[in-house]
């Protein structure tokens, strides 16, 4: 691998998304999809081209409606439910990759803040992100 190289993979190890290169996006999101989803208050995740994705092992897919109305598909380890990867409407031709699937403390920081309005109110909008009240 080369240092652009990054493996993220799903809690039991059995599902894995290799990316090569820098994310186009980095984002957070506090819409109430993404907090079922992730079971936290905000999901944080990077997108890639397509090309630029490569996965292995088994994976589920699951197809929903986003707060915005859009649908997103998630595909997650049938054996520890973790989502590794997710493609949605609103970005056709890219792969969406869960940041902390990846474990890197020094992962690229979210560029913007999406449902800011969603969030959980102990949880600070930041100063120096780009925030939006929706998406």
């Known amino acids: ?33 993404c907090q079922r989803r992730s079971g936290s208050a905000f999901t944080y995740a990077a997108m890639y081209p397509e090309s630029a994705v490569a996965m292995t092992g088994a994976s589920t897919r699951w197809r929903h409606q986003a707060d915005s109305g859009r649908w997103i598909e998630n595909a997650f380890c049938p054996t520890c439910g973790v989502t590794v990867a997710f493609r949605c409407e609103a970005g056709p031709g890219l792969i969406g990759i869960p940041a902390g699937g990846f474990a890197d403390p020094d992962f690229a920081r979210p560029r913007r803040f999406f449902w800011g309005s969603r969030r959980h109110r102990w949880l600070p909008l930041p100063h120096d992100i780009d925030t939006l009240d929706t998406q």
């Open 1 to 33: 691998m080369t240092t652009t190289d990054r493996t993220a993979q799903c809690a039991c190890g059995k599902l894995t998304a290799t990316v090569r290169g820098e994310p186009l996006d980095v984002y957070a999101c506090c819409c109430l999809a």
